[in-house]
């Protein structure tokens, strides 16, 4: 057999927060010597207990590669307990009240061994990963947007959920980082070395694009021999995506990375009313498909059956409906 059907396959996908962790859920369970996962995560999460850690600690966040890391844990008998404990949010105490446990632990890990790096490692092994998890820069960066009516948010968490005094309807122009730094060697070479890179779920201006935006990251997307997979959103997000068609999102990803996904994604499953209501309270609907006859577009039912509930303690904006992560594993496999 020859040495080139022995390589393995590899999938990079490319985000942060709940979109990633979804994604990577259900990747996992094709993961081993025949399939090799990545999840490269931006480092511009400013929000939460997440935040907080940044602040006080001058670490890379955290939060997203604690979700990378424990959506990408083993499902054997002892990890289930030590992914949970990951993902504990306390809802009390002084101090503690809205921290998570899997972001202490991280932060801690890096404080004793010296680098995040060796502490995303560590909790690598702890979780026993099935795959690789890559934060996209080695420096926590800070995320600007400036909107079509010249106002600018700086900081993720403002971008996620605006000010009040924010018109959350006007469109994101440009996005930018500070400072200015390279993606990591690790990320970059993921990207080459990728049969397939998967961009989304999730948000698109605060955890897909702070990936594609750091300096040499969409040189790589474009060099890269990998196909691009682009998962439309479900809904809109007020503030972020407000009146967005699903070209709207793809044309997006275009301008910033300049080349188009060779494959889309999209749920044609009808949303439950009940919460297309929850979700119209607060300005946000279903993205409307407008492609057509597109021969990139791969249609299915690729929605989750329950309506998430957000743990006691998260004072974050959460999604309430998501994709199935076997659903999503499926159509991306059958693309390899």
Known sequence: MSSQRLK???????????????????????????????????????GGSTGRLRDEFGTLPVGDVRMALTALSSDTNGTDLLRDLFLYRFSKGTGLSGHNIGNLFLTALADMLG???????????????????????????????????DTEQIGETYIDEPLENHDGTQRITSLSLEPDVAI???????????????????????????NIIVRGAADALVETKGKLVSIVNLMSWYGQTHGFSASDHVDELMRYIGRAPDHILLNDNPLPNDILKTYESHKEFPVPDNFG????????????????????GDILKRSLIRHDPSKLARAIMSLL
Request: glycine share 8%; hydrophobic share 40%; proline share 5%.
């Open 293 to 312: 006859s597109d021969s990139r577009v791969i249609r299915s039912d690729f929605l989750a059956f329950e309506e998430v509930k957000k743990p006691s």
């Open 8 to 46: 393995p396959k590899r999938i990079v996908v490319v985000g942060g927060g709940t979109g990633t962790h979804t994604v990577l859920s259900g990747l996992k369970h094709y993961a081993n010597r025949h399939l090799k996962l990545s999840a490269i995560i931006a480092v511009s999460d400013s």
């Open 184 to 210: 990591s060697e690790k990320a970059r070479q993921a990207i080459a070395d990728a049969d397939l890179i998967i961009l989304g779920p999730g948000g698109l201006y605060t955890s897909i694009l702070p």
């Open 115 to 149: 680098s995040e790096a060796k502490a995303i490692d560590a909790a690598s092994r702890i979780l026993r990963v099935r795959g690789n998890v890559i934060p996209v820069a080695d420096t926590p960066l800070t995320l600007k947007a400036r909107y079509a009516d």
